[in-house]
């Protein structure tokens, strides 16, 4: 027996009693002994794999197909990095000859901060003649220019008006919104004929485009504001007048701001006496029209002079009465949203389009193919599409527009031959003549009596119907003379009167203005007699073109008849 049996060496082997006979080594080492053949197997493998890579890349090497082919790579690849490499030295090159190009900041050449809508804020430099102007346009407004000399330049103006009148237009303040081809033509106008205050609001530039329309832009002004530049040309032919320049777009947000009065020696502020409306995008004219009416500030709206060349078909009417202009006809609608339904002058033209006369050209399919046609131009609302106009149009709805405003604001009369009141005629005749059928029906078809029959519809109905629905045509042959309504089907409960109104005591035939569509009076009788009295469907009578283009216009009828 061991004396010290604490002291004794452990055995290798198992210690079954301890861990329920699960082997167990006794020592660390002997277990990495037992990993070692592993270990060998797994060497031998990595290395079997590496023998066979090798192998098999030696093959390919010695192929000449993959020699071929890696020279072609490698060689394309030094030639692509060449190229790239070449490209940008020369951009690189570029770009330091523009900034080399560019003067540094000073009296000679300036610099300003664009607007938000990416526009020059400031004029360039001024000629020796610009300053000249502006420094006597300066002394001038301070009162140093002889009274005498400016009632002399406007001399024929004064005979005209007479004294009182020319001193009212002297003393006016007239805001123009839009200073483009209509704009600055008003402006110029105006300013010539003695109007002393006048507010410019425009956010846009003059470009080269603008030149064939313009009143004053020369090539010098070609990327300059429009406001600065009508102020910089007249100045120098009206020097007494103050201008007051806004680069900015009319909206909703800042009419308070635009259309504010005009301050008068530090306290006394004057109300504008006319505004004058020459935008060419849809919501800021009628944000502009609707806020004026509102607060009962007088203003001249200019309608669309684009694809016109006719200036005798110029007129002045109420925005009720106005026809053949697409720009007016959506006005009109947006302003009836509003609440509005006349009561603003427009100046448009009543010049038909026709074969070979220009037009506006749709838009090419892949520009819808970007997205929403709205998302295509700077701003919203505004057109992606150039509009064709002759550069004598603008002038003349320009100064038509600035007669009225100088014969309103003088106190000369005016009488205009407006282009609604030669239709008004037209709307009693055919109202007249849809009297003049109800009671033919009323007797022949149904056996009524029909004296002290009435319709429920009046003159303002048939212009509704003649000039917004059906565009002041025949829907069958688009002549625009010798017009009538009729209805278009026989109405569900004949052309005798309601029964229900009869027991009020009144005679009414109950014809909506959905019903009617609008003919010359051979079509209407023909429609009489071969669908009212001869039992025929609109379709036994009409092709599919004319059925279908009623059926649209009745929608559209349908659908604004609720806004009347």
């Given amino acids: 027996m061991d004396p010290c049996p604490s002291k004794q060496q452990p055995s290798f082997g198992y210690f079954e009693e301890d861990y329920g006979g699960r082997p167990v080594y006794d020592d660390y080492d002997q277990a990495d002994q037992a990993r070692i053949p592993e270990q060998q197997e797994r ?7 590496r023998e066979t890579m090798t192998s098999w890349l030696q093959r390919q090497a010695s192929s000449h197909n993959v020699q071929l082919a890696a020279t072609a790579v490698l060689s394309g690849a030094a030639a692509a990095g060449a190229i790239y490499g070449y490209q940008a030295m020369k951009r690189k090159a570029a770009v330091e000859e523009l900034k080399a190009s560019i003067p540094d900041i000073s009296e000679q050449h300036q610099a300003a901060q664009l607007t938000e809508y990416g526009t020059a804020s400031l004029l360039p430099i001024m000629s020796k003649e610009d300053e000249r102007s502006a420094a006597l346009a300066q002394r001038v407004q301070q009162g140093d220019y002889d009274e005498d000399l400016i009632l002399e330049q406007l001399a024929r103006n004064r005979v005209f008006l007479n004294d009182k009148g020319l001193a009212e237009l002297r003393s006016s303040f007239i805001i123009v919104v839009g200073c483009g081809g209509v704009g600055s033509h008003a402006t110029a106008a105006l300013a010539r004929s003695g109007v002393s205050r006048i507010r410019l609001i425009d956010f846009d530039q003059v470009t080269l485009s603008s030149l064939n329309r313009h009143a004053v832009a020369t090539l010098a002004d070609v ?6 530049c009508i102020r910089r040309r007249l100045e120098q032919v009206v020097p007494w007048v103050q201008f007051d320049c806004r680069n900015e777009l009319f909206g909703a947000s800042v009419a308070n701001k635009l259309l504010e009065p005009w301050s008068l020696n ?5 109300q504008p006496d006319y505004v004058i409306d020459c935008i060419d ?17 007088r203003v001249i709206s200019s309608m669309g002079a684009g694809c016109k060349s006719d200036p005798t078909r110029v007129a002045v009417a109420d925005i009720s009465l106005s026809t053949e202009d697409p720009l007016s006809r959506s006005t009109r609608r947006r302003l009836k949203l509003l609440g509005i339904h006349s009561g603003i002058p427009v100046v448009f033209s009543t010049e038909k389009p026709g074969p070979g006369k220009a037009s506006l050209l749709p838009l090419p399919d892949e520009e819808f193919a970007k997205g929403q046609v709205g998302e295509l131009g700077v701003l919203p609302d505004f057109r992606v599409r150039i509009l064709p106009v002759l550069g004598t149009m603008p002038a003349t709805f320009g100064y038509t527009i600035a007669s009225h405003v100088i014969c309103e604001v003088s106190g000369y009369p005016i009488e205009y031959s407006l282009g609604g009141k030669s239709r008004d005629k037209m709307y009693d005749t055919i109202l007249s003549g849809l009297q003049a059928l109800a009671e033919r029906l009323s007797r022949t078809e149904a056996g009524e009596d029909p004296i002290g029959l009435r319709l429920p519809i009046g003159k303002e109905d048939v212009a509704y119907l003649v000039e917004e629905i059906w565009r002041g045509r025949s829907v069958v042959s688009g002549l625009p003379n010798r017009l009538a309504l009729i209805p278009w089907e026989r109405p569900k409960s004949g052309f005798g009167p309601d029964k229900q109104w009869e027991q009020e005591g009144q005679k009414l035939l109950p014809l909506k203005l959905q019903d009617l569509v609008c003919m010359t009076k051979e079509e209407a009788l023909r429609h009489e007699r071969e669908v009212f009295k001869g039992g025929k469907g609109v379709e036994d009578v009409y092709d599919e073109t004319i059925v279908n283009k009623v059926r649209e216009r009745m929608e559209e009828a349908d659908m604004y008849e609720k806004y009347r």
């Fill in 43 to 49: 060497r031998k493998a990595v290395r079997n794999k």
């Fill in 223 to 228: 990327g300059t504001p429009k406001v600065q």
């Fill in 266 to 270: 530090g306290s006394e502020q004057k």
């Fill in 281 to 297: 995008n849809i919501s800021s004219k009628v944000e502009l029209l609707h806020y004026c009416h509102s607060h009962s500030i």
